[in-house]
Nanobody
Framework: QVQLVESGGGLVQPGGSLRLSCAAS????????MGWYRQAPGKQREWVAAITSGGGTNYADFVKGRFTISKDNAKNTAYLQMNSLKPEDTAVYYC?????????WGQGTQVTVSS
């Protein structure tokens, strides 16, 4: 049963932009935080950004100033606006939701930054 779905990935040139969406089922309640991780070929999965229930945000150093995480509580959806994309940003991006003691992961969406 799928409860968390990412979308918005694709192919973009260096310097371009993409916006990822993470739609959580409305049945998921008491969300403490939503975040994004990514995994590039041959690399470990790494944390990218997070937003708390109160709207506070945190970013990994390698995306700070380029990416913006946001959310729409009514839609139970988080977003990752990705600007000034670099080839090094190429990875599968995963959404994560922490809801009390429960933890959810999306299926991932591919982001490819290439000329």
């Amino acid at each position: 049963q799928v409860q968390l779905v990412e979308s918005g990935g694709g192919l973009v040139q260096p310097g371009g932009s993409l916006r990822l969406s993470c739609a959580a089922s409305l049945s998921i309640f008491n969300i403490n935080a939503m975040g994004w991780y990514r995994q590039a070929p041959g690399k470990q999965r790494e944390w990218v950004a997070a937003i708390t229930s109160g709207g506070g945000t945190n970013y990994a150093d390698f995306v700070k100033g380029r990416f913006t995480i946001s959310k729409d509580n009514a839609k139970n959806t988080a977003y990752l606006q990705m600007n000034s994309l670099k080839p090094e940003d190429t990875a599968v991006y995963y959404c994560n939701v922490a809801a009390g003691p429960r933890n959810y992961w999306g299926q991932g969406t591919q982001v490819t930054v290439s000329s």
